[in-house]
């Protein structure tokens, strides 16, 4: 019910920064709350794992291998998540993507995801 699309992504060397951006969009007139919205990401040969979580009240978790180093914040008045990452390594390299929990007015529990953004991390 919320369309999501992730944008930032890039190649960048190890110790280099990057902002990921996940901007909703389209029937989002028909969300009641967003509960979470969060990152995840998966590297080839490897299962999608949980990066970082921002709820609807702005408490943030994040995975301890990004600990320090990745930070998720929220515009709500531009409908938008973001990821700053810094001091990357190149064990993040990985597609990453946005997801949003949510209800809608109907009631129902919802999870919408983005496409993904490629992040690569060289040497």
């Known amino acids: 019910q919320v369309r999501l699309v992730e944008s930032g992504g890039g190649l960048v060397q190890a110790g280099g920064s990057l902002r990921l951006s996940c901007a909703a969009s389209?029937?989002?007139?028909?969300?009641?709350?967003?509960?979470?919205m969060g990152w995840y990401r998966q590297a080839p040969g490897k299962q999608r794992e949980l990066v970082a979580v921002?709820?609807?009240?702005?408490?943030?978790n994040y995975a301890d291998s990004v600990k320090g180093r990745f930070t998720t914040s929220r515009d709500n008045a531009k409908n938008t998540v973001y990821l700053q990452m810094n001091s990357l390594k190149p064990e993040d390299t990985a597609i990453y993507y946005c997801?949003?929990?949510?209800?809608?007015?109907?009631?129902?529990?919802?999870?919408?995801w983005g496409q993904g953004t490629q992040v690569t991390v060289s040497s």
């Open positions: 389209g029937t989002s007139g028909t969300i009641f709350g967003i509960n979470a």
């Open positions: 997801n949003a929990d949510g209800i809608n007015k109907l009631g129902s529990r919802f999870a919408s």
């Open positions: 921002i709820t609807s009240g702005g408490i943030t």
